[in-house]
């Protein structure tokens, strides 16, 4: 599981909720959320990409 994965849980839920309750505020904080862990996961690929470069350059 990487690191974005449960800030877009959270934040996908917090959309729902939002949105069925008409609570703009916690739907667009989930948004937010869902956000952070798109960019989390970014990271984690990018990290795993360098990683594999760098091993890559050991052989």
């Known amino acids: 599981m990487g690191r974005g994965t449960g800030d877009k849980i959270k934040g ?15 739907e667009m904080k989930g948004k937010g959320q869902t956000a952070k862990g798109n960019v989390g996961d970014k990271l984690d690929e990018k990290s795993r990409e360098l990683q594999d470069d760098e091993d890559q350059k050991d052989v």
């Open 12 to 26: 996908k839920a917090n959309e729902i909720a939002g949105a069925v309750t008409g609570d703009r505020k916690r």
